[in-house]
């Protein structure tokens, strides 16, 4: 009996997390493109497609990252090195049932690398309800260099600095102001 109270217990406590963190899945980029690539909307898909981060696996695949990843002394090709994609790509790392079926880990750095896997929110009746859309795990970031510099920084062998205001600049896809 003690044991038996003892696994309900620990379902209890445990399960918050497993349902809390594993339900949502990533569906790809030209998902969320489909409502967000009009002019009207903020042209996000295509601002993103001509960013570098959309080639950022591409990247990976050049003999200038395969030099990079050897003389960090990592012996396999950048593209298959954890150290190099962890901030290149998102998705290598998951469950096939975490990635849906439009889903493409060549797209590299996209848009649910930063605001989240979309499963849960990306139904036009969610994502009009901010509230409603960060609680189906749609993230948005109050300090946004923060964010930024979780991967711009002295880890990444290129590093050159940081500017947020520029970088911003180059990336930065707002929902334009209608009144
Ligand atoms: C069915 C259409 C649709 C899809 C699909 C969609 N969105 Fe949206 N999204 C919207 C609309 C409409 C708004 C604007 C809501 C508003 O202005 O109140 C929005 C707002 C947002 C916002 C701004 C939230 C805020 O208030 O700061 C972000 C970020 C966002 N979407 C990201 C995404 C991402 C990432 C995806 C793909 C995983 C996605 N959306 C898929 C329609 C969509
Ligand atoms: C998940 C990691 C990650 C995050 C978070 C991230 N970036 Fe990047 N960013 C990259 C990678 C990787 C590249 C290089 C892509 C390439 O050249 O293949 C890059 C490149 C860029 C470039 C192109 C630089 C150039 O050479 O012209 C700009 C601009 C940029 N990022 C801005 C931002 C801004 C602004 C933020 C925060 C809002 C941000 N990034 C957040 C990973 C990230
Ligand atoms: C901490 C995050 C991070 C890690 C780890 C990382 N990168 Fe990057 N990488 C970036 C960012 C950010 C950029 C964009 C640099 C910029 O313009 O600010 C970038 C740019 C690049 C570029 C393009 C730079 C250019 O000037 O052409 C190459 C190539 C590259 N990375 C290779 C690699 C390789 C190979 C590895 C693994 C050994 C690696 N990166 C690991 C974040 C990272
Ligand atoms: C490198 C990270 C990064 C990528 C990639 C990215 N975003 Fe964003 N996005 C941000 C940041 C940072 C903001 C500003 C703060 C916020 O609202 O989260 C933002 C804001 C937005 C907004 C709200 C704009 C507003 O005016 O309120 C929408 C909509 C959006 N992104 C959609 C997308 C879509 C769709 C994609 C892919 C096509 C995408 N984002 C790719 C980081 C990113």
Redesign the pocket.
């Known amino acids: 009996m003690k044991q038996l109270t003892y696994l309900l217990f620990s379902f209890l406590f445990i399960s918050p997390y497993l349902f809390s963190q594993n339900n949502f899945t990533y ?1 790809g ?1 030209d ?2 493109g ?3 690539k009009t002019e009207k ?1 903020g042209s ?1 898909l295509s601002i993103w497609k001509n960013s570098n981060h959309s080639k950022a696996y591409e990247t990976l695949k050049t003999d200038k990252a395969d030099q990079i990843a050897k003389e960090k002394g990592f012996s396999t090709p950048a593209v298959e090195t954890q150290e190099c994609l962890k901030c290149h790509v998102t998705g290598y790392n998951l469950d096939k049932s975490m990635l849906g079926n439009k889903f493409k880990i060549e797209d590299g750095v996209q ?2 690398t ?5 499963s849960g ?4 009746k969610v ?2 309800d ?1 509230a409603l ?1 960060i609680k189906n795990g ?1 993230i ?1 970031h109050e300090e946004k260099e923060k964010f930024c510099i979780t991967c711009h920084n002295a880890e990444s062998p290129t590093y050159t600095g940081f500017e947020f205001e520029e970088y911003w600049s180059k990336i930065k896809h707002d ?1 334009p102001k209608t009144n």
């Not at 929110?121 to 036009?124: G, I, T, V």
């Open positions: 569906i980029a998902q969320c489909m409502c967000h909307q996000q848009c649910e930063c605001h989240g896997p979309g929110y990306k139904d036009m994502m009009k901010r859309a749609l948005v929902i």
